[in-house]
């Protein structure tokens, strides 16, 4: 879609014989195109989560008419299958033979982690759309690396203390048993249990669990006043259907990360979904004029209506405009595109949204609640949140 | 301590509905390697085939039934067609062939399954009728459609019991599963034994599927979370033993619920001590045949 165009082949030669006669007079990188690498599930489990920012990336480009600060721009796709080693070689291609401008990827925290060597020892700038990954912007953070998407400490902590605040005191922590999953249960105990509260026991199921039954059975009997609870994709859909089939629903109220209503799994949880709360950086119901816009543009342009993914996939490409706007198109002065991307403000989708010193999104953390099958906003857990700097030196 | 009694019967029950439904998986898993003497990998993917087919006619908005009924019609037909020619040729194989063909088979049909209905997450809801809770004593209530599965779990087991012993072609079976060259050679006709023991087999697994369909979800791979399990019931029960199968997939059913509750750290070692101690004093299964070769 993002082709030089035969004009644009015409300038650019001329300039590069111009170039050669009279140097320095026009910068070499305004002629090529600006290239952006997608590091991102095309296949594989995220599929549907790769092909959505990947749309929600394209979006805010045809935004701009397909050129950005008077570069055309190339998108050149690199599926990751959600495979660490493979990632690391297609980010190597996009890196060192592509030459990308920016790599814009991926989804699973495994992959960002791989990932961040070739980005930060490339000296080229990652825009992370998904990954939750903390350590991101923390011990692994990058000049280069920029996240437009979410740490997992600012989608589990905020409802520790929101929950307190609602006069919660005992809580059953459950999660899929993997590192992602445990490490959302010790993000919301800590800030749970420094407000006051206290933690009745946790749950573990696996991964690939069917049978939650015994889990749930736990839960009864735990006396907790309510759960906290981390689970995606289809571990999501089976937990909290078997909690509705065996009665808690609706008798333990269930709190967790946004994730676990998702709009790719709560069509599936159909009723058992009703008065979850979570917490979250987007809502698909938040009423103002930049969502609204980027809703209405997203369904005329692909049929669908945009998930969380395409919001944080339109963000990752509005903020690689703006930089390239305050550059005037320059890519190749790379402590000039960080200062850039530093002085970032977006009206994005999700409110107001900049990025803080560590590199990760400054943005509102909403507290949702699935009613009549719409996660609506019912208050905001934290307002402004950035992710604590531990050990990130920037 | 009423309170932890009742606690453990509702675990129990737990065990029972898991085994159950590994049982229904399993038979046609066990029969097919007993019988015909092939690994088939791609068992899983006719479960999800099974669930996905009643998804299917749930959404064209057959009556609940006769999805069931259409769903298994259809995989009649897949299970026969694959049998002649696809796992017909695989008997005189090495199992490493099988695995490898069989395993390829799973690629494929969980992106025919993509293809078709997408990557997204679906689901079954349970039918109005069967959704309720029934009293099991103590003021508690168990799941309606969890006993059933239990229930369905036995009678399929009877059935296929009444079917092995009573019937020709069931002691034909027993005796291919006893030795396929010798049952030959007194004149039954193998190839057909062959092709009704896989397409039963594929059909009970299909029918795992629906079972399972309204209390899990509907996703390509799904086949796949039931399929290791299902190994560990054959392997434990003992090739193409029905006794073997049910009393294996009781125990794994158990084990593995049990275990989760009481050690929650060891659950997913647990039944694999279990599996690997049983097999250490009984290398042929529980129930399996004495391996003379």
Sequence with gaps: ?394 | MDEFLVSACVQVLNGFQLGFLYFMFAIGLSLILGVMGVVNLAHGSFYMLGAYLFYAGLQARIPPILSVLAALAAIVALSMASEKTIFRSLRDRSHLDQVLLTYGLILIANEVITMVWGPTIRSIDIPDALSGSVSIGFDREYPLYRLLVSVVGIVVGISVWLLLSFTRIGIQVRAGVFDREMTSALGVDVNLVSLLVFGFGIVLAAFAGIVAAPILSLYPGMGETILIPAIMVVILGGLGSLKGAFVASILVGMVETIGRVTLPELSNVVIYLVVAAILYLRPEGLFGARISK
Aim: charged residues 20%.
């Design chain 1, 1 to 394: 879609m993002f082709t030089i165009s035969r004009r644009g082949f015409l300038a650019a030669g001329s300039v590069a014989a111009a170039g050669s006669i009279i140097p320095n007079v026009y910068p070499a990188w305004a002629a090529t195109p600006l290239k952006l690498g997608l590091i991102l599930p095309f296949s594989s489990v995220y599929a549907k989560l790769g092909e959505e920012i990947a749309q929600g990336l394209e979006l805010a480009l045809a935004e701009e008419g397909g050129t950005v600060a008077g570069r055309s721009v190339e998108v050149i796709k690199q599926d990751t299958e959600v495979n660490p080693k493979t990632a690391i070689q297609g980010a190597n291609r996009l890196v060192k033979q592509e030459a990308v401008d920016f790599l814009v990827g991926p989804v699973s925290s495994a992959v960002a982690a791989a990932i961040r060597n070739v980005a930060h020892n490339g000296r080229t700038h990652l825009i992370v759309a998904n990954a939750g990954h903390d350590g991101l912007s923390q011990g692994l953070c990058s000049p280069f690396i920029y996240r437009t998407s979410f740490s997992n400490w600012q989608v589990s902590a905020p409802m520790g203390t929101w929950m307190y605040k609602q006069g919660i005191r005992r809580v059953m922590l459950a999660a899929s048993n993997y590192a992602g999953g445990t490490l959302m249960l010790k993000h919301f105990s800590e800030s749970f249990q420094e407000a006051g509260g206290e933690i009745a026991g946790e749950v573990l199921p696996d991964l690939k669990e069917i049978q939650y039954a015994p889990f749930l059975e736990q839960i009864r009997n735990s006396g907790a006043e309510a759960v906290f609870c981390f689970f995606a994709g289809n571990a999501a859909v089976e937990f909290v259907k078997q909690y509705s089939q065996f009665g808690l629903h609706g008798n333990i109220p269930l709190y967790g990360c946004g994730f676990l209503t998702t709009s790719d799994v709560r069509p599936a949880q159909g009723e058992a979904s009703e008065g979850i709360r979570t917490t979250l950086h987007y809502a698909e119901t938040l009423d103002n004029p930049q969502n609204t816009a980027f809703r209405q543009a997203f369904q005329d342009r692909y049929g669908s209506a945009p998930s969380l993914y395409a919001v944080q996939g339109y963000d990752s490409g509005r903020a690689i405009v703006e930089a390239l706007k305050t550059t005037d198109g320059n890519t190749e002065d790379k402590e000039a595109l960080s200062r850039a991307l530093d002085g970032i403000a977006l009206d994005s989708p999700r409110g107001r949204m900049a990025f803080s010193r560590n590199h990760d999104p400054v943005q509102d953390i909403y507290v949702l609640e699935v009613q009549n099958g719409q996660n609506v906003v019912i208050d905001t857990a934290a307002k402004s949140l950035t992710t604590p700097t531990t050990d990130c030196t920037l």
